[in-house]
């Protein structure tokens, strides 16, 4: 009895103990959620050496409207994913993946994965050549400027864009963010960052076919979050396994202190 109840209390201590990592490497990880969906959305995952990979979702319509590609804004029409492979391939760039089309309010959308040894000569490329890229250090941080204008674009009639329709410039950074020039859409109030270092930069599609510009900064620790990671990670489990051990000494403990009753015989 009392081996079955030092086993039970074994198992939750153990149970609470992984509770305790989860939720110390989480550090809030299932925070805000975005669902919003775009029209264009570019994706750069940053290093600190200035290489990148960079991530394109869009609308073969935005595609045609903001970067002048030859496509087919026929949902029926043949793809050939080629041409946009093409498109994106530089000398400073390397196109790794073009995604089968989906559909989505009648359009047809694509993503395209390319990879950048260097942020700084992005513009390089055709596609970003409607930006300027920065990344300098100095004293121990990191700064990137971003700045994305480009010259006015007609809109598509065929598309059928009702206004709506968003724009994003999303960063993933390697440590941890001093300072950044977020701002929310609908109310110009300074944003947050996501998850810790992702950072998301918004504009109506129409406000990015008037070539409205965008200016994005952040400064950041010239060191890799990587390593502060590894750390808490490290403090997390040290800390559940003197919690689990503890709790084991304890439930080992109280079981042989509790007095076992014990049959007196009979007077004659």
Excluded at 48 to 61: C, E, F, H, P, Y
Excluded at 140 to 147: D, H, L, N, Q
Excluded at 209 to 217: F, H, N, S, T
Aim: glycine share 6%; hydrophobic share 45%; proline share 5%.
């Amino acid at each position: 009895m009392i081996d079955g109840m030092l086993n039970r209390r074994v198992v939750a201590s153990v149970a609470v103990a992984c509770a305790v990592v989860l939720i110390a490497a989480c550090g809030g990880a299932a925070g805000r959620s975005f669902t919003r969906q775009y029209e264009y959305e570019q994706d750069v995952t940053l290093e600190l050496d200035g290489s990148a990979q960079i991530t394109v979702n869009a609308s073969l319509a935005a595609l045609v409207a903001l970067h002048g590609l030859s496509l087919p804004i026929d949902p029926r029409a043949r793809l050939d994913r080629n041409v946009i492979r093409r498109a994106f391939e530089s000398p400073v760039t390397r196109v790794t993946r073009v995604s089968r089309p989906w559909r989505r309010k009648g359009r047809r959308f694509i993503q395209v994965r390319l990879a950048v040894d260097d942020i700084r000569q992005l513009a390089k490329a055709a596609p970003f050549s409607w930006a300027t890229y920065q990344l300098t250090a100095s004293e121990g941080r990191a700064t990137f400027k971003e700045r994305v204008e480009g010259q006015k674009r007609d809109p598509i009639p065929a598309a059928k864009w009702d206004g709506s329709e968003l724009v994003a410039f999303k960063l993933h950074l390697p440590s941890r963010i001093f300072y950044q020039n977020v701002r929310d859409l609908e109310t110009n109030e300074p944003g947050s960052t996501e998850r810790g270092n992702i950072l998301r930069w918004e504009q109506r599609l129409t406000d990015r076919l008037a070539g409205v510009p965008i200016d994005m900064e952040v400064r950041m620790d010239n060191q890799s979050i990587l390593y502060r990671t590894l750390w808490l990670f490290a403090g997390a489990f040290a800390a559940a396994m003197m919690l689990l051990v503890s709790l084991i000494w304890w439930t080992i403990r109280r079981g042989r202190k509790k007095p076992v009753a014990v049959p007196v015989p009979p007077h004659v």
